[in-house]
């Protein structure tokens, strides 16, 4: 939701208008739903035992390392691609 509102706020002058609207309400509606989610799921009771632990221990890195990957890919075939735009990095 904040990023949808972001976005409204900040593009308003001419990229975003009224008949984004809907677009921008349903990614804030997504993102919603999607941190509900994830905080239900966090304070869930249920037992912790070592193999939960474990089994995380090796996910967790694998993921950061498969995300590591796919960023570098993007970055390698679309140069910039990630790059924040000067508005929001301070330049001047």
């Known amino acids: 939701m904040v990023v949808a509102l972001w976005r409204f706020a900040c593009c ?3 990229s ?3 008949s ?3 677009f921008i309400s ?4 997504f993102l919603a739903l ?3 989610s994830i905080l239900r799921h ?6 912790v035992n070592i193999d939960g ?3 995380n221990t090796v996910r967790l890195p694998a993921r950061r390392d498969g995300l590591a990957n796919v960023y570098a890919v993007i970055e390698l075939t679309a ?5 924040l735009p000067d508005r929001l990095r301070g330049a001047r």
């Open 20 to 22: 984004k609207l809907p």
């Open 12 to 14: 308003r002058s001419s």
């Open 79 to 83: 140069p910039g691609a990630s790059a």
């Open 34 to 36: 999607a941190v509900s």
């Open 16 to 18: 975003v208008t009224f």
């Open 42 to 47: 966090l304070f869930e009771r249920r037992a």
């Open 26 to 29: 349903a990614e804030a509606l």
């Open 53 to 55: 632990r474990a089994r």
